[in-house]
C-alpha cells in the first residue's frame, strides 16, 4: 500500500516533490451544487468506508522547462531540489503560483462555472467523486468533501494550482467498457480486475497521467480489460480522466489488491487509429528500483528509461512506461462536432422536444426527475438551449436503451443527427415509463376500487344502523333466528340450546370461523318444524278415489292400505307403522307410496338408500367436520316444511355395508317406533320426534333385509299382473301418457286392444308394466316418425331463425305455432365434434370459412311451439302391422312340447327373476356309464339339490315302481343320468321344480310318456312328501298363457290359490292338490297300464 513511501524521505534532495495523502481528487462539475439521492447516497459510502478505502494522488509543483520541448509538459521535471520548508514558504506567500493539479475540481467540466475560483485554497481539502460500478446510467455524482482525518497531526501540504486537460493527447490507454458507453461530461465507474490494467493505472495516477480512451465492446456478453483485436470494440469512444480510484476488493491483513474502482469523466469524443499494443509485455530487465536510488542520492533529473526495442509502431514518450504493462495502448485523435447553427429551427425544436420528453419522464419516474433537476442547476451560466450537443448527450446517458443506439449517438457529429437519434432513445423511454405506470395504476385502481367499496360499505352502514333503517349483518341476522324460533313449538331442551347458540354466535365476530359453524347450526335449528304438520284426511272414499286413480287391480294392497286408514281415523293417529312393499320391478310400489301420501293429505319425500354404505348418510355428521350436513331423514324434514311427511325409502333390501359403519343397524333407530321419539342426529345433538313421519319401504325381496331391521316392518306383497290387469293399465294410463309425450295428443292415432294383448303375451310377460311401457311408447314414436316422413316438410316446415326477429314479444305472438320464437336471440362459438376423416387424400385443404354463420351458433331462451298433425291423419296399430313397430316376437311360443314329448320329458312350472312365471320342460336321459347324474340348463344348487332328491327316491323305490323285478337288483350302476332344462342362458333357481324333475325320472325309467297339458309345481322331500311354494299367481298365469289344462300343486297351497288368483286366469284349468308323490304319479299316469301296478306296489 505504501508505493510512494520511500519518495517521501527524499523530497529534499530529490528533483520532483511527491507528497502522499488519502484524498479523493477528481474532477465535479458539480461543486457545491445540490445533488442527487444517489449521489447522495454515494458520498455517504464514502464516509463510512474512509478509512478502509484510500487512493492516491500525486502534486507537482514549481517545475520549470527544460529543453525537451517535444514532450508533453505534464511529464517534465523539476530542475533543482528545494527544500521542504521553502516549498511551503513560497506556497504560503504565493497562492497564485502556477503549478500543476491533478484533482482540480475544474479539471472535469466541459463548461465551467463562470463565478469558479481559479484555483481552490489551501485549507479547503479537494472534492470527491466516486460511482458505483454496474450498469447503472451516467450522471453527477456526490461532489461532498470527505471527512476529516482522525489523525490530528500536522501536515505538509503543496500549493495547489489548476491544471488544464490536454487538448491532443495522441497515444492513450484503451480501456474496453462492456453494455454502456460513455458520454462527455458524464461520469461513469468502472470495475477493473486484469492485474496488469490495476497496476498501469496505479502508475499513471502516480505519474500524474489519469487519462485513458473508453471504447464500448460490440459483444455485450463479453468482459476485458484489455483490446486483444481492434474490431472488437467500436472505434469511436471517448478521452477520459480517472478521477478516483479505490479497491474493489481486498483482506486488512493481505495487502494484495484483487481489483480496482475508477472513477471516469469523459471529456471528448476520440476515435481509434491504430492498435499500438495489444496487451503483450515486452521483456526487459526491470532495474527501476537501482535508478530511483541513483537519481535520489545523485539528486540529478533524470527522465524515464527509454522504453526496449519492440515489433510494430513504437510508442510516445509519455506512454513508454507501459509498455512492462499487459495493457492495450493506442493511437486516437479527436472527433470535433460540426458547427452548427444554434437557431436553427430544427435543432431549437428537437430541444424542446427533449425537454418535453424529459419533463414527461420526470412526471413518471423519480429517478429521472432528480437528474434533469441537476443538469438543470448545473446550467445556470447558460442556458440550456445554448448547448443542444451536451443536451443530447444527457439524454441519452440517463436512458436506459440498447446498446447500440447508444453507441450511435456517441458516434453522430452533426449536431441534428445526434438529437434526432438522443430523441428516438428518449421516446423509447419515455414508453416504458407510460407502460410501468399503467401497469402500476391498474393495480392501485383495483386496490382503490376495492377499499374505496368496503369504505363506503360501511359508512353506509353506520348511517343505516344511526338512522335505524337497517341493523348491521350480524345483527340483522340474530333478529331473523329470533323471529324463526318464535313461530316454532320447540321443546324445551331444543329451546335452551337455542338460546346458548344464539347468544354464542351474539360475542362472536362475523369473521370467525367458529362463527360460520353457529350460524349454519342455527339455520338448521330453525328450519326443522317443530310442532307444525299439516292435516291428515282419513277418509276412506276419498283414499279408494285416490287408490283407484293412480292404480288398477292391487285389490289386496289397497285393502290393506284402506284398513291402515281406518285404524288412523279411530286413533287420530298413524303412529308407530312402517309399511313395506315387496314385489317385482315394475310393479308400482313407489306410485302406491305417492297415492298414500295423496289420500292422507301428506307432504311426500323419497330417498333411496340401494348401494348405501355411510352411516353419516342417516345419522349425520359431527359439527367438527368441515362441510358437516345432518342426515336425510332432517333434510327431509326442513324441505317439506311439517313434521307428519310420508317418507319413502326405496330399494331398503339393497342397502350396503362399509368401513363407516352398517346404515341397516342405523336405520333401527330412525324406524323403531320405541326409539324414534328421540331420534339423535349427529349433526343437530337434541332429540327429534320422528314418531308422526309414516315410513314406507319398497323392496324387491326380504331376503336381503336384516332380520332386526324386517322385524319391525308391517311387509305388503306387491305380486305381478295378470294379462286383463295389464290391458286395462295399458288402455287407461300407458298408452294416453306415451301418445301425449309423442306430440300426438289431438291426433287419430290408436293402439288397437288386440294389439295390446300381443304385446302382453309375446313381448311383455314380466310380472310389472315397465318393460310395457317402453313398448307401447315406441309404438308412438315409430307413429310419430312415419307421420312426419310421409307428410314432408311441406306440412311440417322447419321455422326460419330470421323470424326470431320478428317475434319480438307480444303474447299474441308468442302463441302462434307457425313461428316457433317468441323470444330474442344471441350467439355463441361452435364446439362441434371433431370431423374424423383418415381417408381424405394428401391433396385435401381443411375446410376453412370466413362466414360467420360457420363459427357461431345462434343460442336463444324461447320454447318451439307444438305442430298441429292434420285431421286427415288415420293410423291404426293392429296385431297384423305391429311387428313393423316393435319387431318380432321376443316370445315364439308358450311351451317348446306341443304334441306328446317321448318319455323322460315333463312339465314344469318356474318363477323367473324378472317377476314373471314361465312353462318349463323338463328333460332325463338315460346312458351307458358309471351311475352318475349330470346336470345342464344354468341350474341352481337348491335345483340340483332337489334332482338329487328325486334321484334317490326313484332308486329307493325302484321295485315298487316297476323298475327292477326284486328289491335287490342294483339299479344304475352302468348307467349315467343327464338332466336338462331348456333356455340355458336363463338361470333358474328355487325348491318349486321336484316333484317335475321326479316325474321325469320315472317316465324315463319307465318308458311312459307325460301329457303336455299337464303341468306342476311343489318341493318334494327325501321320503316323497310336496311342500308348498310361492309364486303360484305368476306360474298359474304363465300355465294359463300356455294352454295348460291341469295343474299339480301342493295341498299347502290351497287357500293362496282360492283367494289370490283371480277367477279369469283360474278359467279352464283344472287344479289338483297333492300331498305327496304317490298321488302326483298316479294323476300324472293315469289312464297308463304301469297304474294299475302302482294300486298295489304304491301306497299313498
Given at each position: ?19 502522499r ?10 461543486a457545491?451544487?445540490a ?45 533543482g ?8 514558504a ?17 479539471d472535469g ?6 463565478a469558479a ?6 485549507s ?7 460511482s ?8 453527477s ?14 501536515q ?34 468502472v470495475?477493473?480486475r ?11 495516477m502516480?505519474?500524474?497521467?489519469p ?15 484489455i483490446i ?26 493481505d495487502d ?6 475508477a ?21 526487459v530487465?526491470?532495474?527501476?528500483a537501482q535508478?530511483a536510488?541513483?537519481?535520489?542520492a ?17 510508442m ?6 507501459l509498455?512492462?504493462?499487459a ?5 486516437v485523435e479527436?472527433l ?10 430544427y435543432?431549437?425544436a ?16 423519480p ?29 441519452a ?14 458516434e453522430?457529429?452533426?449536431?441534428d443527427?445526434?438529437?434526432r437519434?438522443?430523441?428516438l432513445v ?17 393495480v392501485?385502481?383495483k386496490?382503490?376500487?376495492?377499499q374505496?367499496?368496503?369504505y ?16 348491521d ?11 324463526r ?14 338460546d ?17 359453524v353457529t350460524?349454519?347450526y ?7 318444524p ?22 288398477y ?56 338408500v340401494?348401494?348405501?354404505?355411510d ?57 323403531d ?7 339423535l ?30 322385524d ?5 306383497e306387491v ?15 300407458l ?24 304385446l302382453?303375451?309375446?313381448y ?10 317402453k313398448?307401447i ?11 312426419v ?11 326460419e ?63 318451439r311451439?307444438?305442430?298441429?298433425v292434420?285431421d ?5 296399430i ?31 312350472l318356474?318363477?323367473l ?26 341350474l ?50 328355487g ?13 324315463l325309467f ?9 303341468a306342476?309345481?311343489g318341493?318334494?322331500s327325501?321320503v ?14 304363465a ?14 297351497n ?7 288368483v ?16 304317490t ?22
Amino acid at each position: 500500500m505504501n508505493l510512494l513511501g520511500g519518495l517521501r524521505a527524499a523530497a529534499s534532495s530529490s528533483a520532483r516533490s511527491c507528497s502522499r495523502r488519502v484524498c479523493d481528487p477528481g474532477p465535479s462539475r458539480l461543486a457545491g451544487v445540490a445533488v442527487g439521492p444517489s449521489r447522495l447516497a454515494l458520498h455517504g459510502t464514502e464516509r463510512t468506508s474512509a478509512t478502509r478505502r484510500s487512493f492516491y494522488t500525486s502534486t507537482v509543483a514549481d517545475y520549470t522547462p527544460t529543453a525537451a520541448i517535444r514532450f508533453p509538459r505534464w511529464v517534465n521535471s523539476r530542475l533543482g531540489a528545494r527544500d521542504q520548508k521553502e516549498d511551503n514558504a513560497e506556497s504560503q506567500a504565493d497562492p497564485s503560483q502556477s503549478g500543476v493539479r491533478l484533482d482540480s475540481p475544474e479539471d472535469g467540466q466541459s463548461t465551467p462555472p463562470a463565478a469558479a475560483p481559479p484555483s481552490t485554497p489551501p485549507s479547503t481539502p479537494p472534492s470527491s467523486s466516486s460511482s458505483s460500478s454496474g450498469d447503472g446510467s451516467n450522471g453527477s455524482r456526490s461532489n461532498a468533501p470527505p471527512p476529516p482525518l482522525a489523525d490530528n497531526s500536522p501536515q505538509q501540504t503543496t500549493s495547489i494550482s489548476k491544471q488544464s486537460v490536454p487538448e491532443n493527447y495522441p497515444q492513450v490507454l484503451a480501456l474496453p467498457i462492456a453494455r454502456r458507453p460513455l458520454f462527455p461530461g458524464f461520469y461513469k465507474a468502472v470495475v477493473i480486475r486484469n492485474p496488469a490494467v490495476v497496476s498501469a493505472i496505479k502508475e499513471m495516477m502516480r505519474r500524474g497521467q489519469p487519462y485513458l480512451g473508453a471504447f464500448l465492446l460490440k459483444d455485450e456478453n463479453s468482459d476485458s480489460d484489455i483490446i486483444t483485436d481492434v474490431n472488437s470494440v467500436h472505434p469511436v469512444g471517448v478521452f477520459a480522466q480517472i478521477t478516483s480510484v479505490f479497491t474493489a476488493q481486498g483482506s486488512k491483513d493481505d495487502d494484495k489488491e484483487e481489483g480496482l474502482t475508477a472513477v471516469l469523466y469523459p471529456h471528448r469524443r476520440i476515435r481509434i487509429t491504430e492498435l499500438v499494443k495489444n496487451g503483450s509485455v515486452a521483456k526487459v530487465e526491470l532495474a527501476e528500483a537501482q535508478d530511483a536510488e541513483a537519481a535520489s542520492a545523485e539528486g540529478e533529473t533524470q527522465l524515464p528509461t527509454p522504453p526496449p526495442e519492440r515489433e510494430g509502431p513504437s510508442m510516445t514518450m509519455h506512454t513508454s512506461f507501459l509498455e512492462k504493462y499487459a495493457v492495450s495502448v493506442v493511437d486516437v485523435e479527436n472527433l470535433a462536432t460540426q458547427p452548427y447553427n444554434k437557431d436553427d429551427q430544427y435543432i431549437r425544436a428537437f430541444m424542446s422536444e427533449i425537454v418535453s420528453v424529459f419533463k414527461d419522464i420526470a412526471q413518471l419516474n423519480p429517478l429521472f426527475r432528480d437528474q434533469i433537476a441537476n443538469f438543470s442547476i448545473n446550467q445556470v451560466a447558460s442556458n440550456v438551449f445554448d448547448e443542444p450537443d451536451k443536451l443530447a448527450d444527457f439524454a441519452a446517458a440517463v436512458s436506459t436503451g440498447e446498446p447500440n443506439e447508444l453507441q450511435d449517438v456517441l458516434e453522430s457529429l452533426v449536431v441534428d443527427d445526434r438529437l434526432r437519434k438522443a430523441l428516438l432513445v428518449l421516446k423509447k423511454e419515455l414508453i416504458n415509463a407510460q407502460l410501468q405506470s399503467k401497469l402500476a395504476r391498474d393495480v392501485d385502481s383495483k386496490i382503490a376500487k376495492r377499499q374505496r367499496e368496503y369504505y363506503l360499505m360501511e359508512q353506509l352502514k353506520g348511517i343505516k344502523k344511526e338512522l335505524g333503517m337497517e341493523s348491521d349483518g350480524k345483527d340483522k341476522l340474530i333478529e331473523k333466528f329470533k323471529e324463526r324460533a318464535a313461530q316454532l313449538k320447540m321443546p324445551d331442551a331444543v329451546r335452551k340450546v337455542f338460546d346458548e347458540e344464539l347468544n354464542k354466535l351474539m360475542h362472536l365476530e362475523p369473521a370467525a370461523s367458529e362463527a360460520n359453524v353457529t350460524r349454519n347450526y342455527l339455520e338448521w335449528l330453525t328450519q326443522i318444524p317443530w310442532g307444525q304438520h299439516s292435516r291428515e284426511n282419513y277418509s276412506i272414499a276419498n283414499a279408494q278415489k285416490v287408490l283407484e286413480e293412480d292404480h288398477y287391480g292391487l285389490k289386496d294392497v289397497k285393502d290393506r292400505i284402506l284398513e291402515f286408514l281406518a285404524v288412523g281415523k279411530l286413533r287420530g293417529t298413524v303412529e308407530g307403522k312402517i309399511i313395506c312393499l315387496v314385489g317385482p320391478p315394475g310393479v308400482g310400489k313407489t306410485s302406491i307410496g305417492k297415492s298414500i301420501a295423496r289420500a292422507l293429505n301428506r307432504q311426500f319425500f323419497r330417498f333411496s338408500v340401494g348401494g348405501l354404505t355411510d352411516v353419516a348418510e342417516i345419522k349425520g355428521h359431527r359439527r367438527t367436520y368441515v362441510g358437516a350436513l345432518p342426515g336425510k331423514i332432517i333434510q327431509a324434514l326442513k324441505r317439506v316444511g311439517t313434521e307428519n311427511p310420508l317418507v319413502l325409502i326405496d330399494e331398503v333390501d339393497k342397502i350396503g355395508r362399509g368401513h363407516n359403519g352398517d346404515p341397516a343397524s342405523a336405520l333401527l333407530e330412525m324406524l323403531d317406533p320405541e326409539q324414534n321419539t328421540g331420534f339423535l342426529d349427529h349433526y343437530m345433538d337434541v332429540p327429534v320426534d320422528l314418531s308422526r313421519v309414516l315410513f314406507v319401504c319398497t323392496a324387491n325381496m326380504l331376503d336381503t333385509i336384516p332380520a332386526p331391521l324386517l322385524d319391525r316392518m308391517e311387509v305388503l306383497e306387491v305380486s305381478g299382473y295378470v294379462s286383463e290387469e295389464k290391458a286395462q293399465i295399458a288402455a287407461r294410463y300407458l298408452a294416453p301418457q306415451a301418445k301425449e309425450a309423442s306430440g300426438l295428443k289431438d291426433a287419430d292415432v290408436t293402439l288397437d286392444p288386440a294389439a295390446v294383448d300381443v304385446l302382453i303375451k309375446y313381448y311383455c310377460r314380466e310380472s310389472g308394466v315397465r318393460n310395457l311401457k317402453k313398448h307401447i311408447d315406441k309404438i308412438y314414436r315409430k307413429a310419430a316418425l312415419k307421420i312426419v316422413q310421409d307428410l314432408g316438410e311441406d306440412v311440417f316446415p322447419e321455422p326460419e331463425p330470421a323470424l326470431a326477429a320478428e317475434v319480438t314479444a307480444t303474447p299474441t305472438d308468442a302463441a302462434e305455432p307457425d313461428s316457433g320464437f317468441n323470444d330474442s336471440t344471441t350467439t355463441v362459438e361452435k364446439q362441434d365434434a371433431p370431423v374424423s376423416n383418415p381417408a381424405a387424400p394428401e391433396t385435401s385443404t381443411p375446410h376453412t370459412s370466413a362466414n360467420k354463420d360457420d363459427t357461431e351458433r345462434v343460442v336463444t331462451t324461447v320454447e318451439r311451439q307444438p305442430m298441429k298433425v292434420p285431421d286427415t291423419v288415420h293410423v291404426n296399430i293392429k296385431p297384423e302391422n305391429l311387428k313393423d313397430y316393435v319387431g318380432p316376437p321376443v316370445y315364439q311360443k308358450d311351451r317348446l312340447y306341443v304334441q306328446a314329448p317321448p318319455a323322460g320329458v315333463s312339465t314344469g312350472l318356474g318363477y323367473l327373476g324378472n317377476g314373471s312365471g314361465a312353462v318349463m320342460p323338463i328333460e332325463a336321459l338315460t346312458m351307458p356309464g358309471k351311475g352318475g347324474l349330470q346336470l345342464t340348463g344354468k341350474l341352481g344348487e337348491v335345483i340340483r339339490e332337489s334332482a338329487n332328491i328325486a334321484l334317490s327316491w326313484v332308486k329307493s323305490h325302484a321295485y315298487e315302481l316297476g323298475i327292477t323285478k326284486s328289491p335287490d337288483e342294483l339299479f344304475l350302476n352302468d348307467r349315467d343320468i343327464h338332466l336338462h332344462m331348456p333356455e340355458g342362458s336363463i338361470g333358474k333357481e328355487g325348491p318349486s321344480a321336484g316333484t317335475a324333475i321326479l316325474t321325469a325320472f320315472v317316465s324315463l325309467f319307465t318308458k311312459t310318456k307325460v301329457n303336455p297339458d299337464i303341468a306342476m309345481t311343489g318341493e318334494i322331500s327325501l321320503v316323497g312328501m310336496v311342500l308348498p311354494v310361492g309364486g303360484l299367481k305368476e306360474k298359474i298365469l304363465a300355465a294359463h298363457r300356455a294352454g295348460i289344462k291341469t295343474i299339480l300343486a301342493p295341498a299347502g297351497n290351497r287357500l293362496d290359490i282360492e283367494e289370490n288368483v283371480p277367477e279369469s286366469v283360474k278359467t279352464g284349468i283344472r287344479f289338483v292338490y297333492v300331498e305327496n308323490v304317490t298321488e302326483v304319479l298316479q294323476e300324472v299316469f293315469r289312464g297308463e297300464p304301469i297304474v294299475e301296478r302302482w294300486k298295489d306296489t304304491l301306497s299313498s
